[in-house]
């Protein structure tokens, strides 16, 4: 079948296949691309459709060039630049669209179906989850039945069928580079400095607001998967940045030194977990009080938590070992307790006024802390998500005046109301909980999780855990954040009780991607060694590893092309109902010389059968038709020719 010429003209079916391809590359990343330019994508795309249906002419070179350079000025606009991932992503997304628009000939088609393989490979900057993979694979499957469209014509489903074949065929290729290709820890080029802009999570601050912010996301923060039973609710406390300096309204983290051994002596209580923390570009790793392990990408910080020595920009998975009842900074230094005992000059006087009060009638610092719970049980608070604005004094207005918030208004103002009774305290944030996935056992933990508390410095003990939150709403540390909250309707929708039937799918499909995340994501250098060390190889040699990935490569390529070279004997399903009738009419004396094509051997055989030459002679134009006409034969058109030579009854 002849090729069309690169500078042939694109035909509309040819526009329809390419928009189709561009705006299923396009879907998974107007998430991530501002409304204006999503918007302004789609109606590129349709203008194109338009224009390949006559109902409007594509732009000339003037308009586009203009569209472009707006483009252009609004993405430097929106973004403040033009070089990183998010206005790289966004120039491609605009040029793939305007290049469609663009597109004159075939070799516009396949310039633009090469923007979108760009495409598609840039969605993995954002994601890398498996719903990024299937849309991926998608966008890949229609940008290969482009291609094909613009090689023949074909209808839809043979287009699709063969794109999934190629598909198919390369498929033994992409697992060997996968299992093979070596695992350099880190990536193989310089990302952009925004590359990780878009990653969610804890702050390094707390001011009144900001978790209650983040509950209203349902997005994983980490899995942990236990030896045996998980802890109960109330010791999971997953520990997140400790804040120590308060200016009035906003609390900061203070001053911390790294070590490589825990500053706390573990207990006989033990929990052994595997923790798989979703990257949020970040130190800390969000482990359980007080977890120890023996992973060398990891420190442990003067304020009792586990960080990792480089920011998690990827899935990371840790061997842990949780003590939640271990005993930990008996013997602070004399600087640490000052620094979480200062409060700001005329700072929120109606809670230091409370503190001071317990103070003065209470000697023992433990039997403050149990005064001030007390006081706060008296007051009766509200556990809202969706508490009254505050003004400059959040903790006062919070306790004496609107007297609802969240756990970040309960841990800033019981850490206030302690240090004003002399009691050392300070908030930590992280999460609490977490929900056991019945698909796959791991417990989950989500960004809706995220928890504020205070912890107290007492001299007998050391640091100890005070959840305050608990004096208006026990229920939440049990029973989590569903079962504590009355505005349900604030809360992601599969949260919601009434959506228990959505519930099941999103732990369904929790079970999935943490399959996907352990072994496909997780495939890491350390693991590829391992794996190759079970076949005999030496692991940690890339020599030995790149012989074994071209050995293997080269095996698959000698096997497809022995495979094709067979299947090319053997010929196709309209070879061999040619092979057929040749052979029926050689037993009945008529047989084709090599020389001879189909419509002078239907001729020669039809004259020595006249009784069948009407039958004879259209069977041989129908094979040299489906043979060598433009369009590929079709099963019925299969089935017909196999059907006439079946009943050709020859004497």
């Not at 033994?172 to 310089?190: E, H, Y």
């Not at 998967?225 to 609710?233: L, M, R």
Request: glycine residues 8%; contains cysteine.
């Amino acid at each position: 079948m002849e090729t069309p010429d690169a500078g042939s003209a694109l035909q509309p079916r040819h526009g329809h296949w390419l928009a189709a391809c561009i705006a299923i590359t396009l879907l998974p990343h107007a998430e991530h691309l501002p409304i204006w330019l999503s918007a302004s994508c789609a109606l590129l795309l349709v203008w194109r459709v338009l224009a390949d249906r006559g109902l409007t002419p594509l732009p000339g070179r003037a308009v586009l060039l203009m569209v472009a350079a707006a483009m252009v000025a609004s993405t430097a606009i929106e973004y403040k630049q033009l070089l990183g991932k998010d206005p790289g992503l966004a120039l491609l997304a605009a040029f793939a669209c305007l290049k469609l628009l663009e597109s004159r000939t075939l070799r516009d088609g396949r310039a633009a179906v090469l923007l979108g393989f760009f495409l598609q490979m840039g969605q993995f900057l954002n994601g890398q989850e498996i719903s990024v993979a299937a849309f991926t694979l998608c966008g890949t499957l229609l940008a290969v039945g482009a291609l094909l469209v613009m090689e023949r014509e074909a209808p839809w489903q043979a287009v699709i069928g063969s794109a999934g074949r190629l598909l198919f065929m390369a498929a033994p290729f992409m697992l060997a580079l996968f299992v093979l290709f070596p695992r350099i820890p880190g990536p193989l080029w310089g990302l952009p400095a925004d590359a990780f802009s878009g990653m969610t999570g804890l702050s390094e601050s707390m001011s009144p607001g900001s978790i209650s912010r983040l509950i209203r996301s349902g997005k994983i923060a980490f899995r942990a998967d236990f030896d045996g039973e998980a802890p109960p609710p109330r010791d999971r406390y997953w520990r997140g940045p400790v804040l120590s300096e308060f200016d009035g309204r906003r609390w900061e983290p203070g001053l911390t030194t790294l070590a490589s051994g825990p500053g706390y002596e573990t207990t006989a209580q033990a929990y052994r977990y595997r923790l798989t923390v979703e990257p949020h570009n970040r130190h800390w790793l969000l482990a359980m009080d007080f977890s120890t392990t023996e992973d060398p990408r990891t420190r442990y910080s003067s304020d009792l938590r586990l960080v990792s020595v480089t920011p998690l920009r990827n899935r990371q998975r840790y061997e842990l070992t949780a003590h939640p009842t271990a005993h930990a900074g008996r013997h602070e230094p004399e600087h640490v307790i000052r620094r979480n005992l200062r409060l700001p000059e005329g700072s929120n006087p109606r809670t230091i006024a409370l503190g001071r009060d317990v103070a003065d009638r209470v000697e023992a610092p433990a039997h403050r802390v149990d005064a001030l719970l007390e006081a706060f049980r008296d007051l009766r608070l509200e556990y809202t998500l969706s508490p009254r604005p505050l003004g400059r004094h959040t903790a006062d207005e919070f306790l004496f005046d609107s007297r609802e918030g969240f756990c970040e208004h309960f841990s800033s103002a019981f850490a206030i109301a302690a240090r004003a009774a002399g009691v050392p305290a300070r908030v930590v944030t992280g999460y609490q909980g977490g929900e056991i996935n019945p698909h796959d056992g791991s417990l989950v933990v989500r960004q809706s999780d995220a928890h504020a508390w205070v912890e107290v410095w007492l001299p007998d003990t050391g640091w100890r855990r005070v959840d305050p939150t608990a004096t208006s709403n026990p229920t939440r540390i049990d029973n989590g954040i569903a079962g504590a909250l009355p505005d349900l309707d604030s809360l992601p929708l599969f949260m919601q009780p009434r959506m228990a039937w959505l519930r099941s799918l999103q732990l369904r499909w929790d079970a999935v991607a943490n399959g996907w995340n352990q072994w496909v994501l997780g495939y890491n250098d350390e693991r590829q060694r391992s794996l190759l060390r079970g076949f005999g190889f030496d692991g940690g040699d890339y020599r030995h590893l790149a012989a074994a990935m071209v050995t293997l490569v080269g095996l698959l390529m000698l096997g497809y092309i022995a495979w094709a070279l067979h299947r090319r004997q053997r010929g196709d399903a309209l070879d061999r109902q040619w092979r057929r009738f040749c052979r029926r009419l050689s037993r009945a004396g008529t047989c084709r010389a090599d020389w001879q094509g189909p419509l002078d051997f239907a001729d020669q055989a039809a004259g020595r059968h006249p009784s069948r030459a009407d039958d004879i002679r259209w069977i041989g134009a129908r094979y040299a038709e489906l043979r060598y006409g433009r369009n590929p034969p079709t099963r019925r058109d299969l089935a017909d020719l196999e059907t006439r030579i079946r009943h050709l009854d020859i004497p």
